[in-house]
């Protein structure tokens, strides 16, 4: 094999691991009807073994018209494997006590997507994976249970 395509193979693997590494950030728990005094919140999660940096990172919440736009990650941001950020949103958000949320890379890309779901209970629960990072594009990935924020799911 010439060397060219070796480096072409190389440049290929590392780009497909970054990727992955990427793809795997997911939403992993949700606020979307909070106790009085609370705000909307959402929280991602890293199932990854490295660490990758965020910044530029975004969620928004939304529920029929209204769309809730969290502020975007600050620069410098670094998620560490396994670990958590939350998003918080503003206490003048005013909407029907559901919705469902996007995260987008900081390129644009639509990273993660829940279903639509709803709270009624202006209380402590969220909507959470179980466990923290499951993924499998169904229902099954998700229960409703106390308020975990920036910390692992427990049921």
Known sequence: MKLASKAFYFAAALMVLSI???ASVVINEMELNPPEGGVDWVEIYNPDTESMDISGWGAEITDG????KFPAVPAGTILS??????FNGLSSWNHNDGG???LYSASGELMDRTANRQ?????????GR?????DTDTD?????GSA???QSNVR
């Not at 018209?65 to 809730?68: E, F, L, M, P």
């Open 148 to 150: 975990t924020k920036g």
């Open 81 to 86: 494997a396994r670990g958590f950020y939350v």
């Open 100 to 102: 469902y949320v996007e």
């Open 130 to 134: 179980h466990p923290d990072g499951y």
């Open 65 to 68: 018209s209204w769309v809730g």
């Open 119 to 127: 709270d009624t209970m202006n209380n402590d629960f969220t909507y």
């Open 20 to 22: 992955s590494s990427v």
């Open 140 to 144: 099954g990935d998700w229960g409703l």
